[in-house]
Structures are given as C-alpha cells and as structure tokens.
C-alpha cells in the first residue's frame, strides 16, 4: 500500500525523474512508513496505447493506484489529497506537454500481506515502530 | 475511465488491429466523452502467461477494466453492458482461436483526475461540454 | 478469477520457477475450476521499481490480486487465506533474499465473462460441469 502504476510513452522520463517522482509521491503518504509506497513505472509503445478510439497517443500517462493501509473517510479530505497529488504530477506531465489521468482504487486492509507479515493497525504503537525501522517486522513478544 | 488493459500474445493483435478494437471498445461508453476511454495493450511472452497451474499458455487473452465514471446500477444493465463487451470481444478473440476472460471493476468517482481538473458530474451540462470538445476543460466562471 | 500479477526483477524466476509459482497458486484454488486462475509475470526493469522514494529496487516482487469468483465472507477465513499465499510465496521469495508485498481486490461477480460466458454461479451444478471439463461451456437446453 500505495501501489502507483504509472503507464508512460518510451523515453518520457529519465531516470533521475523517475526517482524524484517516487520520491514525491512518496512524501504524499507521511507519516505512513515509507517502504508501504511502491511505484512502478511501464513504457507502454505508441502503437500500444489508445485514448478516445482514435489512432494510438504518444503523449499521454495513465496511472493507476490502490490503497491499501488507508481508506479515506470524507469527500474533503478525498478532495484535499487527489488536489495534492495533481501538484505532484503536474510538473512531470502538464508541465512537459503530456496529457494525464490518474484513479485511485480502495482495497481491503486484510487481505495484504508484507515479508509474510499482517501490517499493523493504522497508527497503532506497532506501526509506529515499523515506520521508525522502514521495514516489516516480527510482532514482539507480549 | 475507463480504462481497459489488454494483456495479449505476441503478435495477437495487429496496429490495425489495435486502432479498430479501441474504437469498438470507445463505442462501448457512448455518449461518455471519447477522450475517457483509455486501452493499453501489454504483450505478454508465452513463459510469463499461466492459466490452471498448467504449462504456459499462447493463446489467451486476459483483459481487465476499471470503471470510474458510471456506476452500472441494476443486475439488468450490468447484464446487458457485458453481453455488448463480449459482442465486440469476440472477433478478436474466438474468432481466432485465442481463449479469453475479462472482468470490470467499479471504482470511486471522487479519486480520479483528468489533467488535474475534477471530471463533471454524470450527464451534467459540464460533461457535455466536455464531451463536445473532447478534452478536459478548466470550470467555467460563474 | 482469480488475476494474479506478478512484478519481479529481471531473472527473478526461471520457467521453471513461474510453472511451479503458478501451479502452487492454481492449488489454491481448489475446488475453483482451474482454468479460473490466472497468473501473469510482468520483468520489471531495476531503474522502474522504487519502494518508499529511495532510489530504484532490484531485489523486489510485488503481487496484486484480483478475485471474483468468490468474496471470502468472515476475518477469519480472509486471515487463513493470505497465510496460504505466504506459505506458498515465501520460498520464492524470502528464501531468495527477496522483499515482497502482495494485496487482494475483490471485484464483482456479475461483471465477469469466460470466452462469452458468464461463468456459473459459485458452488452450483455448472460450476461443477466447468470444473469437470476445466473449461467454459455454453449452458445445456434445459
């Protein structure tokens, strides 16, 4: 939880934007721990992507994303966070002349699984703990 | 919205192919705005493709879809939306020998952002508006 | 029912590796009809994967699920089931020094089609017949 999927044209961005676009998105998410935020970034060839059943699109990134640790309980706070999302992406996309769309799906709390491990409750004592060490682990020992 | 990903066999579908069933699919969703409808066709190598714990498989075809913008309200509709899917489906899939599968899934309206603005309402004046000019358009002032 | 998707790095699994993943995944599933269970591996290049904003991931496999066949009803058999996808995931994956997350979506029944078919209800006489033949069949002249 997060996953970001982001579908973009060969070439539409370096290396370096990929990291800092993670990054960003990433902070998005704070306090969560950092290592529940995944990006995944597939070239999709021109010939491959479609956009209003006109020919193929070689400017445009599609993203898709599922939340997992969080579901988000009011249409402002929903309002607040896509408006923060559309200030993450808008310079790697708009602001590059590539048209954009992005969703985001909502998906259960326990039916995920990390090393194995159930995540803890959201902003429990345990969770804390697994953001302090930025990775999963073993409930201790009561 | 929605979007549609195309998992398919090397060589499956031609350009031609592709431009034709993503303006079959687009049709699918009038009189939504055309620009919503989003296809992305993903070549899967015959080692990475399994189907029933079974050896792997080249000749299926896996589609998944996410719907954003509508809702399909009545057991009747939704009935009647997948019997069109599989109408425009089926030549490019049976009628050529490859196995098939889809599924939709719903997701919320208020999580989706097209070029960062906030998509109309359904069947609102706006939405038309949108779809008359075929693209996302900032709000109008009052 | 159920999509599997697999990300992994490059050279993650051998052919070898995917059969067994997937037909350990197809197990599952059992009783399911087999030909339900779908499984597909995406390679995902090392500067496309970036886990809580660091730079990019080589050792990371992240799963994403899709069932529809079946919603698992109470806490308890959702528990059981994701400690069945650990127990199969973790020798491909912690026993290869590899981090991992997978999660599970649960979409609708009714929005769901086979080679053209609507698949038969769960646990019904059909369902019986698809799994016999482990594969769709039209519905018989009553």
Redesign the interface.
């Known amino acids: ?1 997060p ?1 970001w999927n982001v ?1 973009h044209p060969a070439g539409a961005f370096s ?1 370096e934007d ?2 800092l676009l ?6 998005l998410y704070n306090p969560l ?12 060839a021109e ?10 699109v070689g400017n ?1 990134v ?1 993203i ?1 994303v ?1 939340h ?1 640790a969080r579901t ?1 309980p009011t ?1 402002e706070i ?2 607040r ?2 408006g923060m ?2 200030e993450v ?2 310079p790697f ?2 602001g590059r002349g590539l ?10 709390f ?7 491990l ?1 995540p803890p409750l959201p902003n429990s004592d345990e969770e804390k703990r697994w953001r302090e060490a ?1 990775r999963a682990l073993p409930a201790q020992a009561a």
Chains 1, 2, 3 share one sequence.
């Open positions: 939880m996953l579908f290396r990929k990291e993670a990054a960003r998105i990433t902070e721990p950092k290592f529940y935020v995944g990006v995944v970034f597939q070239e999709v010939d491959c992507f479609y956009v209003g059943g006109r020919g193929p445009f599609r898709w599922d997992i988000m249409a929903r309002k966070f896509i999302c559309n992406l808008t996309t708009t048209d954009w769309e992005f969703h985001i799906d909502e998906t259960a326990d039916l995920w699984s990390i090393n194995g159930a930025n």
